[in-house]
């Protein structure tokens, strides 16, 4: 009795005390310190990705505003103007068609590559510090968060050891098809969500298996783990739908692959996985079904694809060539695809050697002591996996440096098909470096598993392919200043809230600049015509911009040439057109803009004497 009597007073004091404890400082900074000292190998890794992403995008923290990557400052502006719009949900001023940019008819953001989780979780950031700030910030975290968040599912999903998981995870997060898209493809490169897809599938899987679990245990899992699975879906959809889609397809592919090998898991899974998938898909389709009807049929929606396969297609040459932003590359290896964002295969050859070795290896029966885990399955899948999304990236028509063969690709097969059509073949090559990786990872692991000299010999051959692959630092380079007259915010004098401001010339595809207007007033403003993706091409089809209007082509003709027309006055009124279908409530030619004088004298012919303001001719019209 006496001392259950004191484990009793033991307790009561302690839950007494415990309330008080846990609130004072000290006690919580105890905590963190000790989850961090938990965890500090994990840290420590992600803190080696974060610095290596720095060091790769390294060009433009000097200065955000006045830096650009080089091989793709257009795209580049474009997701900065959708940064600032994003940024903008904290003001009240956000929805899913942006009156900010074509004015009068807005774009479809859901139609266009906008990021808008990532651009809402940084909004702060990018009111604060500008968008290109929160651009470069994304550019680096994107990479590192992607390598984290695989070295983790390595580790814990895997139980693969840190060596492994790390040389899998970096070329996961920093292969060259991930380097060549941070030039401004961020929808692309933010991929920190897959491999919490992945595990959250793999997790319905197993509470899905009678073998596992049983009973309301099991019901439970299998719920949490659906639901999950549509939280994350759905999220990613406004991260970056191409990437969910290239993550659904391998999932399927290595899923079917895996069940045909293992049939016993299969046959006593498939009833309870197939019924949490179709109430994860039921869950996602809820939320996003206005979404998705938003993009397709919505206002400025599209429902195909305006990027051409037959040209953006992988050169089979470009897998066993090193990519121009790699150690080893070199700048003639950009013939073999079609621009700097787009290296997607180029894992050379030494990589591809050594990945083969190691599936064929990874086939071999395991020998190891009893309750050594069988990765054949899934070294298999992955193999499998790699070879089908490789076979696709070559698109239609087989491509060999440059040539073509004459020998149909299994995109063929994809031809036609609604909303999958509208993918690029050659990024289906980035769906290959996750399932190489996890190859690398199974190989390292089994290898650290067993004795001999295949524990030493395999990492160091793994980590040997892996170096001449590393990416070098991104190129980058000076951009000119927006205008003082934005930047000082004197647009305010002649532009209200949401107007209009016509800058001259307006903003195009191949000429965006314009744009970086917007972006320094926080999307405060709207634009004519611009750089998106819209209905205007062919019966409502997806084309890139729009069509200018006369006096925009006019002024287009004039900064080109540098040659001042000769007004007429049916072009003087079109121009009062122009601006009344733009709602324009000011023109606005900066001192910057190539050939000013010229533009400033057909401007006053147009619209009467310009005013001046700061570093700008307007006219308030």
């Avoid at 919580?28 to 000292?37: K, N």
């Avoid at 783990?225 to 990437?243: D, I, K, N, S």
């Avoid at 897998?319 to 003639?332: E, H, K």
């Amino acid at each position: 009795m006496s001392s259950v009597a004191r484990t009793d007073s033991g307790t009561d004091l302690d839950r007494d005390a415990g309330p008080a404890v846990s609130a004072t400082p000290g006690a919580r900074w105890a905590r963190i310190v000790g989850a961090a000292r938990r965890h500090r190998t994990d840290l420590l890794v992600g803190l080696g990705f974060l610095v290596l992403a720095g060091a790769l995008t390294h060009g433009l923290w000097p200065d955000p505003s006045g830096r650009v990557l080089a091989l793709n400052p257009e795209d580049q502006t474009l997701i900065e103007w959708f940064l600032a719009v994003d940024s903008r949900v904290l003001l009240g001023d956000f929805g899913l068609l942006s009156d900010r940019l074509n004015a009068p008819d807005g774009i479809n953001m859901m139609a266009n590559a906008t990021t808008i989780v990532p651009g809402v979780l940084l909004a702060p950031v990018t009111l604060v510090f500008g968008a290109p700030t929160t651009f470069a910030l994304l550019a680096a975290l994107n990479l590192a968060g992607t390598a984290f968040a695989w070295h983790l599912l390595y580790v814990r999903l895997l139980g693969a050891g840190r060596l492994a998981a790390v040389l899998g995870a970096a070329l996961c997060g920093f292969g060259p098809g991930m380097v060549s898209q941070t030039n401004s493809h961020l929808h692309i490169t933010a991929q920190w969500l897959i491999p919490v897809i992945v595990w959250l599938v793999v997790r319905l899987l197993r509470a899905a298996d009678p073998a596992t679990e049983v009973g309301p245990r099991r019901d439970r899992r299998l719920v949490t783990a659906a639901v999950g699975l549509a939280v994350a879906v759905t999220t990613q959809v406004f991260v970056g739908e191409e990437t969910l889609f290239l993550t659904a397809l391998t999932l399927a592919v290595t899923t079917v692959v895996y069940a045909a090998v293992n049939r016993g898991l299969a046959r006593r899974a498939f009833p309870g996985f197939a019924a949490g998938l179709l109430f994860a898909a039921g869950i996602a389709l809820v939320a996003l079904a206005y979404p998705l009807w938003f993009q397709f049929a919505g206002p400025q929606g599209v429902a195909d694809g305006m990027f051409s396969p037959y040209y953006f297609s992988a050169d089979l040459a470009g897998w066993w060539t090193f990519s121009p932003l790699s150690l080893a590359g070199d700048d003639t290896a950009a013939r073999l695809t079609t621009g700097p964002a787009e290296y997607n295969t180029f894992l050379g050859w030494p990589l591809l050697l050594v990945g083969a070795a190691c599936a064929v290896w990874l086939s071999r029966p395991v020998t190891g002591p009893p309750g050594t885990p069988d990765r054949r399955p899934l070294a298999l899948a992955c193999g499998v996996g790699a070879l089908a999304l490789g076979a696709l990236s070559l698109g239609p028509d087989v491509l060999v440096d440059g040539e073509p063969t004459g020998v149909p690709g299994p995109y063929r097969l994809l031809l036609g098909a609604p909303v999958v059509d509208g993918a690029l073949p050659t990024r289906f090559a980035l769906a290959v470096l996750p399932l190489l990786a996890t190859v690398l990872v199974l190989a390292v692991d089994r290898a650290r598993r067993g004795d001999g000299r295949l524990r030493l010999l395999v990492p160091a051959v793994v980590g040997a392919a892996l170096l001449p692959a590393a990416p070098a630092p991104l190129p980058t380079e000076s951009r000119p200043p927006v205008p003082e007259f934005v930047t000082a915010g004197h647009w305010r004098s002649c532009v209200p809230p949401g107007g209009t401001l016509v800058p001259v010339p307006p903003p195009t595809p191949k000429e965006p600049w314009p744009m970086r207007w917007a972006v320094a007033a926080d999307a405060g403003f709207a634009l004519p015509e611009g750089f998106f993706i819209g209905s205007y091409g062919r019966d409502g089809t997806a084309a890139m911009g729009t069509y200018k209007q006369p006096t925009s082509a006019l002024l287009a003709e004039v900064s080109r040439r540098g040659l001042t027309p000769t007004v007429t006055a049916g072009q003087r009124q079109q121009a009062a057109r122009d601006a009344a279908f733009w709602r324009a409530s000011c023109v606005v030619l900066a001192d910057d803009e190539r050939h000013a004088a010229s533009l400033l004298a057909t401007l006053e012919q147009l619209y009467g004497p310009a005013t001046r303001v700061a570093d700008a001719w307007i006219w308030r019209v």
